[in-house]
């Protein structure tokens, strides 16, 4: 990816798996509710939901940790709504996952077991500082979006029709259009604005560094080389004397 369409896409394709993961089911389960009621488009979902893992695995060639968790639990408590016929369930996980992530998240930070740099050392690259600050920052917006789905799963029945600019639907309805229309966006722009505040703490990868050019090394190896490169000189230069004194001995 090009530097210019970095700046203003800073996501590479792992990131974007994940990302479409989340919101390509729900889309999904929104379109197919709409047209043919809660448990076609719990089916929908779940459907989306094993594609998705299926994606993964191809564009990847492996299964990142924190999806397959959430696919997993999605898968669950998607199950559950279709046996019981109650949507209860599948709205209710996201309050329940966030909250227990969230709590999971400050857990391991009052440890000091930081579980984002254990799974995304790999891809991102940050200072110890760097990491404890996206965790902390991450585990309080779980925190404030479980707050908020419950809010709404408890505002918006499903027993009532409500009017959303000329559009009727149900509390259902209300909860896949708060999670497509407001969560989605705000969850891919503060996940940008993080990425982006986050580069103060990037460091330079180890095959970076393996691979540097002279052009490419930090100050510190640059005067490390410098160091070397002096000693080498004042070994060439101790070597014509030190073989001098060696040949008067003899």
Known sequence: MSRGLKRFYPFNAEQTVNIMSEFGPLVTMFVV?????????????????????????????RLPAFPLIASTVTLVFGAMTIVTGDPMWVKIKVTIFNAMFAAFLLIGLALKRNFFKYVFEKTFHYSD???????????????????????????????????????????????????????????????????????????????????ATPAQVDGTSQRASAVEFAQTLVDQRQRPATEARLNVRQ
């Open 129 to 211: 500082d760097g990491w404890n600050r996206f965790t902390w920052s991450f585990a309080w917006f779980f925190v404030l979006t479980a707050v908020a789905n419950e809010i709404v799963r408890l505002t918006f029945k499903d027993f009532e029709t409500y009017s959303l600019l000329g559009y009727h639907t149900d509390g259902t309805g209300v909860w896949i259009l708060f999670k497509i229309a407001i969560v989605m966006p705000l969850s891919a722009l503060y996940a940008y604005a993080l990425t982006r505040q986050m580069q103060k703490h990037r460091i330079n990868p180890p095959s970076d560094a393996a691979n």
């Open 33 to 61: 509710n709409a047209a043919y009621g809660i448990t076609a488009g719990t089916w929908a979902l779940l459907a989306t939901t094993v594609m998705a893992i299926c994606a993964m695995w191809l564009v990847l060639r």
